[in-house]
């Protein structure tokens, strides 16, 4: 019932641009903040962005900020990252999370979109 997908992945030429999308479904948006993360092959997992579905508060990491832009549309339960100027490194599976806001634990997790960045 409650269902969390992203979209938009897809192979791209370095300094190009992707927008992912995360569909929720299932959950109250304003009880929830909905992360971005990222990994590599052979890499940690690493949280990119963030935005609270309460108060609209983001947070972008030092590693993409000024070249990704997180943004949602709350009536629709939908959370877009805008991925520009795209680098070799952005590749790997891009994941979106919900994070309770009362508990504070990442309760969900979509199946991943695979962005490739290639030279």
């Known amino acids: 019932e409650v269902q969390f997908v992203e979209s938009g992945g897809a192979l791209v030429q370095v300094g190009g641009s992707l927008r992912l999308s995360c569909a929720a479904s299932?959950?109250?948006?304003?009880?929830?903040?909905i992360g971005w993360f990222r990994q590599a092959p052979g890499k940690e997992r690493e949280g990119v962005s963030l935005?609270?579905?309460?108060?609209?508060?983001?947070y972008v990491a030092d590693f993409v900020k000024g070249r990704f832009t997180i943004s949602s549309d709350n009536a629709k339960n939908t959370v877009f990252l805008e991925m520009n100027s795209l680098k070799p490194e952005d590749t790997g599976t891009y994941y979106c999370?919900?994070?309770?806001?009362?508990?504070?634990?990442?309760?969900?997790w979509g199946q991943g979109t695979q962005v490739t960045v290639s030279s």
């Open positions: 299932g959950i109250t948006f304003k009880d929830y903040a």
């Open positions: 935005i609270s579905g309460s108060d609209g508060n983001t």
């Open positions: 999370a919900a994070k309770d806001l009362v508990s504070g634990i990442w309760d969900y």
